[in-house]
């Protein structure tokens, strides 16, 4: 089943926020993924993390790799109205397949 | 850019009925998945194929079969539907690669409601 514990499940933020969601796991991964899911939309991939410790930033994101390798972060900068989604984090397993966290609802009032 | 179609992203159907969601892909990718998605609970994998004609069950495979007769397409299916398979539906592909990871492709979803 499901190991991987999200948070927090929704955020309210003023546009020009930063905003901070994690995830955290029950066991040790090799990989964490981090997906934004627009509405109406199907998630797509934001960030991609291999290797404990390493932090990849991609724009206004910043993701980290925690180095207990059991927990990742998602920072998003100065947020905009289009940030607003539902984000993923991702762990990979065997052929591939990939299992999520919970999600994290942002809404951001312009 | 890769795209991964589904074939109706609104359903409408009766308790008891047979239900076919249908999934294709144009990148020539081995690896296809179904998710499930409810509020809180997130993405939950329901069924995976590696290759034509294979399968493996995802986390939630109860009351769900899948179908891989051609490499761009992994159907699912609901033999007799019930209200609590009442979700979004998405579909994934991704190429066969050495390791674990990995970019998935998803599809824009398929909204089922049982009545």
């Known amino acids: 089943g499901q190991q991987l514990n999200q948070s927090p499940q929704s955020m309210f933020i003023q546009e020009g926020e930063d905003v901070s969601m994690n995830c955290t796991s029950s066991?040790?991964?090799?990989?964490w993924l981090w997906y934004k899911q627009d509405p109406g939309e199907g998630p797509v991939l934001l960030i991609a993390?291999?290797?404990?410790?390493e932090l990849t930033s991609n724009g206004r994101l910043t993701a980290q790799f925690g180095i207990t390798r059991k927990d990742s972060f998602l920072n998003i900068s100065a947020s905009i109205p289009s940030d607003v989604g539902i984000y993923f984090c991702?762990?990979?397993?065997?052929?591939?397949?990939?299992?999520f966290g919970q999600g994290t609802i942002l809404t951001v009032h312009p | 850019d890769v795209k991964v179609t589904q074939s109706s992203r609104y359903l409408v159907k009766r308790t008891g009925e047979k239900v076919f969601l249908e999934c294709v892909q144009d990148?020539?990718?081995?690896?296809m998945f179904w998710y499930r998605q409810d509020p809180g609970l997130g993405l939950r994998l329901i069924y995976f194929s590696y290759d034509v004609k294979m399968k493996e069950k995802g986390d939630i495979p109860e009351g769900y079969s899948v179908s891989r007769e051609k490499k761009e397409r992994f159907s699912l299916i609901l033999e007799s539907a019930s209200t609590n398979q009442t979700s979004m539906y998405l579909c994934?592909?991704?190429?066969?690669?050495?390791?674990?990871?990995?970019?998935?492709?998803f599809g824009e979803g398929s909204r089922l409601t049982v009545l």
């Open positions: 066991s040790i991964f090799n990989t």
């Open positions: 991702g762990r990979g397993t065997s052929y591939g397949k990939l299992t």
């Open positions: 990148m020539d990718h081995e690896n």
């Open positions: 994934a592909s991704r190429p066969r690669t050495g390791g674990t990871t990995g970019e998935l492709f």
């Open positions: 993390l291999y290797k404990a410790g």
